[in-house]
């Protein structure tokens, strides 16, 4: 038996996962005030990037400093949305920091 609901996936990237978090909760919202149902958010695994960089390269150029980069993602799926619904999304306003992904 096929299931032919339409679903709309929102893919959000950032690096603070405080912000992100506010975000899908703002989607959340939206998406429940509009009359549509929501799964998620589904938190998936957070990307840790290591970097060395030299502190200087002459005189103390065996002196590294570590910096990390954790990429925190979500994704939220919005099953049987209205167009008021996609309306809301389109015209929703996102903190700086936060990248978004529809399908």
């Known amino acids: 038996m096929a299931n032919n609901t339409a679903k709309i996936r929102v ?3 950032g690096y603070d996962s405080v912000v992100v978090d506010k ?4 989607i959340i919202e939206t998406a429940i005030s509009t009359g549509a149902k929501v799964a998620g958010p589904i938190p998936l695994p957070t990307r840790k ?3 060395a960089v030299n502190r200087s ?3 103390y150029k065996s002196s590294i400093e570590h910096f990390d980069i954790n990429t925190h993602k979500r994704i939220i799926d919005i ?3 209205t167009p008021k619904t996609i309306d809301a999304l389109q ?3 996102m903190p700086a920091g936060v990248d978004i992904g529809i399908q």
């Open 57 to 59: 390269p002459f005189i």
């Open 91 to 93: 015209h929703l306003q």
């Open 79 to 81: 099953i049987d949305p």
């Open 23 to 26: 975000s899908a909760r703002s």
């Open 11 to 13: 893919k959000l990237k």
């Open 49 to 51: 990037r290591k970097i």
